[in-house]
């Protein structure tokens, strides 16, 4: 059946996933539905301890068995033990059919492709599968298709009950006896423990993984005791090194500063500029460099951001200690600059759930609050759908993040690519894999040019103004495929290895195996 | 049927109320149970607004009809207008057979027993019943029976879904447009929004009152947006003087600084005074007295509690600012101190909700981690069952609050209580009506001497050197009954018009129709 963006989507995968077609970005809006709940275990006996010696008894304790759902968090980003710890055990234990239920997964967790290959692994759900996890899905490895959905999605997916999650496992760096878990004071902070949140609400069992066991009551806690079942504790739950890299250095790229330069004059042009907006960047060069030439006119204009959001990095927190934002909601740290600031500003750079971020079926969410937010796409189509998921040869090896979330949220979403990505035209007739949905996508800007889609006729006169070269979106395309040429028709297999789940948990896109490179001609 | 307290319930009452009779305060541990859910309505566009003109376009907007469930909460104690507001439009609205779930109801909220009289409201859940409403119910005004539960047992209650709320009216000092609340910052600022919590997660519809609405986002938050339909601002939410009063002058009452010397002295030469002890008092004369001299020996032994939790007042946010006192955990804010420390340290004093703080069905709550707790009481008869609720005269006038919740968790559950309370003995044969079981209780303090449960041998020892007069609790009754005289028997209409749930929602005891006066003899 064709969806809503234009995608055929194989009867048999929605068969196979139980899941409808894409219909669109906001049809569900004020629909009515019941949530989902654990089945738990009541500790009302004060003398009972949560303490358990191993990650294998904790393992035992939950009960868990053949098909059982487990889940994680991505904080420790690319220096996560954990994931490889607790499947490890499981594979060792001898359990199949298990499926992981992660916030993220990358590079940190190569080291289970052997378990998704012998079938202890059969199911993953990941808002992207980066690394050998994303090579081995692509390559028809994982029994069951692949789910990929975006930070909102996830959270929808578990309070709606379509993903349950038999237990969670929670690195925690730091975690009393009781199970009160912390993101920081640890040896490994992340920050915030966002994404685990809705974990610990709805998984039956929750287990507390800790490298740093200190005494009750570890409080503000992130995650509350109240739902945490066990706490174990282990020599290391990630590297250092890893979970929170030094600030990125300001980008010397001449590209992106030029395209960093495109977005401000765009962003201060349009209508949303005005003291108290709301905003939302990445971590990317030239999104950084958007953030320090848009500081520069906030001070001229004596123009303030009520709110900063999203995934935190130190350009952002050096806003805020300055006084140009008034506050940070944050959800993911990408850097020490975050992890120190969130605990030296608990009154203005808070923690929030994922949830309360992007869920798009909760009572209204923070990305619903964006005046902009600014995006990088692997790929941009003349429909202004993005991907961020797959590699110009239908590779897996992207995330959704907050992307659809964000872009769906923001009165103005502002998509930044260079006009060609390596050989590759990064603006294109379509997609490989549609990520996020054209009808939320209002401003593609390049290195070229800029483009508004037709959709936002209201942003037009912020376009023409900003000094910045306007183009049509499909003339953009073709300065691009006069720069590298047409990309030739990827040649998928038949097996289709993933779907994209759009936030409502609809297919807006399946991902097909991937096949030995032949020419067409 | 006889229950573990040795009450007879009426088999009419167990059928007419659908719950059991109490089996004891541990039976339920390690219990699985599966948590009730909301039945709730996305808002993912982004252009819609949450406010509402007034509380009736509120009412409406949710939905409400004959037979619907409202609740309440009762951080504005004296001072709360938020009940008395909604009830009079449900009541103009001619909505009939309204169950009204509250976690306190007072003095403040005379205004509704017209209410009760006319069938508006026919049922009442509240930890307590105090001022005219009592007096309603305990003449047989309501309809049906009233349940009165503890503070743990009700959010034990509504996670389990023995009670459904479909619309919660939750009063917020401060509230921004997308209902975000926090408990300061406005004309009425009652510190935390603890027992609200549970309501906002598990009622259908959400909708906050507030009479000062500040910008968005108004963080970080008692209660979420995530979780809020609607936001209607109004004149005023409550009385400032009567929400938060000065701090209490110290008692000049010679029986209760006798009370509390002996309660000290004992605490301090139990096994459980050391270093990071955990405590609760409450706010009596003898109570905070009880605080002061504690401290005083705290000093001299260089001592430091690592939690103080509960309900908080200025005396223990003393102790915390001087360094004796780790942490504090608040679920309700009894004077402007309290009020004025929870805005000055977010890192020290900290907001749980009412889960947190005693829900026997959680995965473990704060009270399970009490060292002690000091509690007052209106009778402690001879099996160390206590009573909060009825006078002597069987009227139904106090609350049970956290009274059974703490008592069960505490390592040491300690009652104080004038032998004598007015005419009336305060240690007898047989309480009035049973709130918190003997089996949890473990020392009475009166003015004349103490008593130990003879199920805590271990506590014997302390109670030898600890330089009170010993007695066993039958020569303590027989003191007071020297005293002012066996009391008569109480002669109760023969209708139950209130339960007294014990913590896991079983019987604990029932409440009877006040009869006019007549002696026996």
């Known amino acids: ?61 939950c009960g868990l068995k053949d098909g059982s759902t487990v889940s994680f968090h991505h904080h420790f980003r690319e220096g996560d033990y954990i994931v490889n710890m607790v499947m490890t055990e499981i594979h060792e234990m001898g359990l199949k059919d298990i499926t992981v239920c992660a916030s993220s997964l990358g590079k940190a967790h190569d080291a289970i492709v ?31 298709i692949a789910v990929m959905y975006s930070h909102g999605g996830r959270v929808r997916a578990i309070e709606e009950g379509r993903i349950h999650i038999d237990a969670a496992f929670i690195g925690a760096p730091t975690a009393d006896e009781y199970g009160n878990l912390r993101a920081n004071g640890g040896k490994s902070n992340c920050g915030v423990l966002s994404y685990a949140y809705a974990d610990a609400q709805y998984a039956d069992k929750v287990v507390a993984i800790t490298d740093t066991l200190v005494p009750f009551p570890n409080i503000p806690a992130s995650i509350s005791m109240v739902n945490v079942d066990y706490v174990c504790v282990v020599d290391e739950i990630g590297n250092p090194n890893k979970i929170a890299t030094g600030a990125a250095k300001p980008t010397t790229d001449l590209r992106k500063l030029l395209m960093a330069q495109y977005c401000t004059d765009f962003v201060v042009a349009a209508p949303y500029y005005k003291d108290g907006f709301v905003y939302q960047t990445g971590v990317g060069g030239a999104s950084i460099a958007s953030t320090i030439y848009l500081a520069e006119k906030m001070r001229k204009d004596n123009i303030h951001m009520s709110l900063g959001l999203g995934g935190i990095a130190t350009p952002m927190v050096r806003l805020m200690e300055e006084g140009l934002i008034g506050k940070l909601v944050d959800t993911q740290d990408f850097d020490l600059g975050a992890v120190e600031s969130i605990q030296a500003h608990p009154d203005r750079h808070i923690e929030i759930t994922g949830s309360e971020y992007a869920n798009p079926m909760n009572k209204g969410a923070y990305v619903n609050k964006l005046d902009y937010v600014i995006l990088a796409a692997l790929e941009v189509d003349t429909h202004f759908n993005c991907n961020v998921i797959t590699d110009s040869t239908g590779l897996i090896t992207g995330a959704q993040g907050g992307h659809p979330d964000t872009a769906a949220g923001a009165k103005c979403t502002i998509v930044i690519s260079p006009l060609v990505q390596g050989r590759s035209p ?70 289709v290895v993933g779907i994209v789940e759009a936030r409502d948990g609809t297919i807006i896109d399946v991902v097909r195996q991937m096949q030995e490179y032949v020419f067409d001609d």
Chains 1, 2 share one sequence.
């Not at 052997?114 to 994982?142: C, H, M, Q, W």
């Open 114 to 144: 052997p378990f998704i290959e012998d079938g202890t692994i059969t199911s993953i759900y990941s808002s992207g599968v980066r690394g050998k996890i994303g090579e081995a899905i692509s390559n028809g490895k994982l029994k069951n």
């Open 426 to 495: 990064a603006v294109c007739t379509d997609v490989t894999t549609v990520t996020t949905p054209g009808e939320t996508v209002d401003v593609v800007i390049t290195d070229y040019g800029i483009a508004v889609n037709p959709a936002r006729p209201d942003l037009m006169e912020a376009a023409k103004n900003c000094g910045a070269p306007l183009y049509t979106i499909e003339e953009l395309r073709d300065i691009a495929y006069s720069i590298v040429g047409e990309p030739r028709k990827i040649k998928f297999g038949e097996k």
């Open 1 to 61: 059946m064709i969806n809503a963006v234009g995608r055929d989507i194989p009867e048999e995968v929605m068969a196979a996933t139980g899941r409808d077609i894409f219909r669109g970005t906001y049809v569900n809006d004020n629909k009515e539905y019941t949530k989902a709940a654990p089945t738990v275990r009541a500790v009302c006996d004060p003398k009972r301890s949560k303490m358990v010696a191993s990650i294998r008894e904790a393992i035992e304790k």
